[in-house]
């Protein structure tokens, strides 16, 4: 998995909202993989190599009427008629979709109703025009944004400026849009299991772009933390009782560690203080209940803009509550 999020960032240049990331039950962790390719589910029969794709933001099926509307059929010519306005309607679409050059039609879904009928499928599949359906919205606009198009929403709108030319494939019994974006497939045997590794994926992901944006690691195990309390309570220079009072507010994080972790903080805190003025590495070591190297022995290490951005925001959520005169009660 750590791979995958390497070469996903690499695919992406650093950038994490270009990564897209599909689920897909069936198989093992193992086989987590980055493709530089857009992969989507249809049906992969008679695609060609080389597609004409456009993207759609309007539904292929019949209209549906005003909330104040209605439709009265009294006899079956009526209903006759009523089937062949349908698919009059419904065939007009195809011919002009048919007309644009599309070869590959990507539909966004509808909540309102269904994005592509029976009617509308069996007559693209007879103009030769393959179709993704039932596309997210978030998907759609991933697609667009890759791919430099222009997603249409009124079939007249439709030509071959909205179109561009891709190159498809087959993986993993996906439709593969190569050259365009970045895909990582998370796999797992159910649903639980692929939504922990995509959790763990985005904490993977997360990980290498701190490290792409400052690329240096610092011990874990509350070893940053109580250096810093250790430099602050020994500073004689300002206000010292109030770096006092910020050295102890640091000193809770390896004590609310150990207390975590079932050790007896204050022992553990007074050990790691010690230890720490010989050692620049030393944290609480969780298995062996004591203080140890976190880098040559636990190798617990974490990326040194977690450390930043976690006492930054910290001195930016005090400074504003500082910034608070009065305080009035909720009504009850």
Same mark, same amino acid.
């Not at 070893?223 to 602050?232: K, T």
């Given at each position: 998995?750590?791979?995958?999020?390497?070469?996903?960032?690499?695919?992406?240049? +650093?950038?994490?909202?270009?990564?897209?990331?599909?689920?897909?039950?069936?198989?093992?962790?193992?086989?987590?993989?980055?493709?530089?390719?857009?992969?989507?589910?249809?049906?992969?029969?008679?695609?060609?190599?080389?597609?004409?794709?456009?993207?759609?933001?309007?539904?292929?099926?019949?209209?549906?009427?005003? #909330?104040?509307?209605?439709?009265?059929?009294?006899?079956?010519?009526?209903?006759?008629?009523?089937?062949?306005?349908?698919?009059?309607?419904?065939?007009?679409?195809?011919?002009?979709?048919?007309?644009?050059?599309?070869?590959?039609?990507?539909?966004?879904?509808?909540?309102?109703?269904?994005?592509?009928?029976?009617?509308?499928?069996?007559?693209?599949?007879?103009?030769?025009?393959?179709?993704?359906?039932?596309?997210?919205?978030?998907?759609?606009?991933?697609?667009?944004?890759? #791919?430099?198009?222009?997603?249409?929403?009124?079939?007249?709108?439709?030509?071959? =400026?909205?179109?561009?030319?891709?190159?498809? +494939?087959?993986?993993? =019994?996906?439709?593969?849009?190569?050259?365009?974006?970045?895909?990582?497939?998370?796999?797992?045997?159910?649903?639980?299991?692929?939504?922990?590794?995509?959790?763990?994926?985005?904490?993977?992901?997360?990980?290498?772009?701190?490290?792409?944006?400052?690329?240096?690691?610092?011990?874990?195990?509350?070893?940053?933390?109580?250096?810093?309390?250790? #430099?602050?309570?020994?500073?004689?220079?300002?206000?010292?009782?109030?770096?006092?009072?910020?050295?102890?507010?640091?000193?809770?994080?390896?004590?609310?560690?150990?207390?975590?972790?079932?050790?007896?903080?204050?022992?553990?805190?007074?050990?790691?203080?010690?230890?720490?003025?010989?050692?620049?590495?030393? +944290?609480?070591?969780?298995?062996?209940?004591?203080? =140890?190297? #976190?880098?040559?022995?636990?190798?617990?290490?974490?990326?040194?803009?977690?450390?930043?951005?976690?006492?930054?925001?910290?001195?930016?959520?005090?400074?504003?509550?500082?910034?608070?005169?009065?305080?009035?009660?909720?009504?009850?």
């Amino acid at each position: 998995m750590a791979i995958a999020a390497i070469k996903g960032m690499e695919h992406a240049k +650093g950038d994490k909202r270009k990564i897209r990331v599909v689920k897909k039950i069936g198989g093992g962790l193992d086989d987590v993989k980055a493709y530089k390719s857009i992969l989507l589910e249809c049906d992969l029969k008679d695609i060609p190599k080389k597609v004409k794709l456009g993207v759609i933001q309007f539904c292929l099926s019949a209209p549906k009427t005003n #909330m104040d509307s209605k439709i009265l059929i009294n006899d079956s010519a009526l209903m006759e008629k009523l089937i062949q306005e349908e698919r009059r309607y419904i065939l007009e679409m195809c011919k002009k979709i048919k007309k644009s050059g599309c070869t590959l039609l990507v539909i966004q879904k509808s909540i309102l109703r269904e994005s592509l009928s029976d009617l509308a499928s069996h007559f693209l599949k007879q103009l030769n025009i393959s179709v993704v359906n039932s596309v997210d919205r978030k998907d759609v606009d991933y697609i667009c944004s890759t #791919m430099n198009v222009q997603p249409v929403s009124e079939i007249d709108l439709l030509n071959s =400026g909205s179109l561009v030319d891709v190159e498809t +494939g087959e993986v993993e =019994g996906m439709l593969e849009i190569k050259g365009y974006g970045c895909t990582i497939l998370v796999r797992g045997c159910d649903d639980m299991v692929v939504e922990e590794a995509e959790r763990s994926l985005n904490d993977a992901l997360c990980v290498v772009k701190c490290l792409e944006e400052l690329p240096f690691l610092v011990p874990g195990g509350g070893s940053i933390e109580m250096g810093i309390a250790l #430099m602050l309570s020994e500073s004689t220079e300002g206000n010292v009782y109030v770096l006092r009072e910020i050295a102890k507010a640091f000193e809770g994080v390896p004590y609310f560690l150990a207390r975590n972790a079932g050790l007896y903080p204050v022992e553990i805190v007074s050990e790691l203080r010690n230890e720490l003025k010989q050692n620049d590495y030393v +944290g609480i070591s969780v298995r062996s209940g004591h203080a =140890g190297d #976190m880098v040559r022995e636990d190798s617990v290490v974490q990326p040194a803009k977690v450390s930043i951005n976690v006492i930054t925001l910290a001195i930016e959520t005090v400074s504003m509550i500082l910034k608070i005169d009065d305080i009035l009660p909720a009504r009850k």
